[in-house]
């Protein structure tokens, strides 16, 4: 099971081999025997490329489920510490900014986890994606995750220089009309949000017009750099141009509602001791405060 899931994961037989330290021959010869057993074709193989058939992506599944319990079961005798292969998915501002600055502890105290950092905000399906948990922000939709909140984003309304030069420093959220926004679509109902701003305890919504929209956080920002219009963003990922200048605090006494960070996990399936002490370890890596 584990020579199938790399040669999945690898999408190649020799690859899979190498991360193995296995013949090529050993690898294919493991992949024919389960075949052979299970009466169905795992993989359709071409000259160039491997990759699962349906019977074989439903495996998969199952054999990543099996190897968690396995692992789980082996890391209960002789005080072993978690190993393996562990995928996350994170948002990349928040990978950048707080996860991989840490990781060299985090791989120093667990030396023998493979970790696979993929990037995104989409909605993931972690269990045909074979993903294990994701760091997420923003408020969260029903699902079937156990979602753990580990930290509130302070947001923060800017803008550059040029744009205040070209239409003025609001004073109140009236005084936006004839503004601009910089468009930040949501990649889960493909609309652009709208502006958010805390008046006398309400929250207040505003959409302008916005003559660029984009999906990334790192084009958000450097759209606003640009003079293209208002954005509204975590603290964090700003604070260096606010520092210097190059984004200037808009409306700070209406400031956005504060933005739940969370790690998701699914919930019908037993955490493996690596998924388990990663998401300790993010967890730790946000003060439990506004930041």
Sequence with gaps: MRVFTRVVERRSFTLAAGDLGLPRSTVTDAVKQLEAR??????QRTTRHVSPTLDGEAY??????????????EA???GAKPRGMLRVDVHGTLARHFVLPRLPDFLATYPEIELTISEGDRLVDLIREGIDCVLRVGDLQDSDMVARRVTMLE??????????????????IDALDGHRMV????????GLLPLEFMVGGSLRMVTLPSPVAVNGAESFVAAARLGFGLIQVPRYH??????????????PDFPPSPTPVSL???RNRQLSPRVRVFIDWVAGLFPKMTL
């Design 183 to 190: 468009g930040f679509r949501s990649s889960a109902t493909g």
């Design 60 to 73: 998969h599944r199952r054999c990543l489920a099996l190897i968690a319990d396995l692992e789980d079961a």
């Design 38 to 43: 299970l009466g169905v074709r795992l993989l």
């Design 264 to 266: 998701l996990y699914p």
């Design 155 to 172: 947001e923060v309304t800017c803008a550059a220089p040029s744009y205040v030069e070209r239409f003025g420093l609001p004073q109140d």
């Design 238 to 251: 700003v604070a260096q141009d606010l520092a210097r200048g190059t984004l200037i605090s808009v409306l």
């Design 76 to 78: 209960g005798f002789g």
